[in-house]
């Protein structure tokens, strides 16, 4: 994370407009029913590749073989080497800054909980208690044949030992993790609701590609919720958004939490 007197700081908050600093800090300190919608991008500073992102991991294998319920089920072996790898880094992971802030966001009250795509479990580690995970996660898996559900280390324990992971009845057992192919959750419902309701949507780290998801962002223009991105890349809603802040999440969050602080309300020590 960048310091103050850092150059590469000072060229971060030339590429920012302050009227941008100030509105996303003035959002958020006077949030009393607040959502962040997170993304990849949240969970990069950890050490988690992205997916979506230039250089990603979908540039580099194809998705419906190790990412959907249909490769699970013709190519188990090939889904399972892809992924106990990824899921090992991502359990060794540790919350970074951004997670912090915002489940110290949602501590003092400007945030209700966190919406996010990600399946590491990583903002409830940083302290998040209300935490919607649209994708799953990456704690247990389930039999697809008879439901039987089991530790993520019985999981890899067994794929380690026999390339699948295979229930008492010799159903394969699938993380609980939604591949391509699978309905979404009832915790997208229950996002659906609590973002109607917020006074704010902060959104980072997302490409906002990934639908339904996605569409929180619309849905929430429709209901004149304001909308704040923060963002390494453009997204498809930045237009309608109330502020687009550009660049390393972490230096951004440190810089809006500064904002908060200057403005004399409580900051999340980011």
């Known amino acids: 994370m960048l310091n103050g007197t850092d150059p590469q700081w000072t060229l971060l908050l030339m590429a920012l407009q302050p009227s941008d600093?100030?509105?996303?800090a003035e959002l958020l300190a006077n949030a009393r029913a607040g959502w962040a919608?997170?993304?990849?991008?949240?969970?990069?500073?950890?050490?988690?590749?992205?997916?979506r992102g230039p250089g990603g991991l979908w540039e580099q294998h194809d998705v419906e073989l190790v990412s959907s319920i249909d490769g699970l089920r013709a190519h188990p072996e090939a889904f399972y080497a892809f992924w106990m790898e990824r899921f090992s880094?991502?359990?060794?992971?540790?919350p970074n800054a951004v997670h912090r802030w915002l489940a110290e966001l949602e501590k003092n009250r400007s945030l209700s909980g966190v919406v996010t795509q990600n399946i590491d479990g990583l903002h409830q580690a940083a302290g998040s208690v209300n935490v919607h995970e649209i994708h799953g996660n990456v704690r247990s898996g389930s039999c697809l044949d008879c439901g039987r559900s089991y530790g993520f280390?019985?999981?890899?324990?067994?794929?380690?030992?026999?390339?699948?992971?295979?229930?008492?009845?010799?159903?394969?057992?699938?993380?609980?993790?939604?591949l391509f192919g699978e309905a979404l959750p009832p915790a997208m419902d229950k996002a659906v609701r609590d973002v109607d309701g917020a006074d704010v949507l902060l959104v980072m780290g997302s490409s906002l590609s990934v639908w339904p998801v996605a569409g929180l962002v619309p849905r929430a223009f429709s209901r004149g919720i304001?909308?704040?991105?923060?963002?390494?890349?453009?997204?498809?809603?930045?237009?309608?958004?109330?502020?687009?802040?550009?660049?390393?999440l972490v230096d951004l969050c440190r810089l809006v939490d500064r904002a908060i602080k200057s403005g004399g309300d409580r900051g999340a020590n980011c």
């Not at 919608?37 to 992205?50: E, H, K, R, W, Y």
């Not at 880094?89 to 540790?94: F, L, P, W």
């Not at 809603?237 to 687009?244: F, M, S, T």
Request: aromatic share 4%.
């Open 89 to 94: 880094v991502m359990r060794k992971a540790r």
């Open 21 to 24: 600093v100030r509105r996303a």
């Open 226 to 248: 304001p909308v704040l991105v923060a963002n390494d890349q453009p997204t498809p809603y930045d237009g309608g958004a109330e502020v687009v802040l550009r660049g390393d």
């Open 153 to 178: 280390g019985w999981v890899a324990q067994q794929a380690r030992q026999h390339a699948v992971a295979r229930c008492a009845c010799d159903g394969l057992v699938k993380p609980d993790v939604v």
């Open 37 to 51: 919608l997170t993304g990849a991008g949240v969970s990069t500073p950890s050490g988690i590749p992205d997916f």
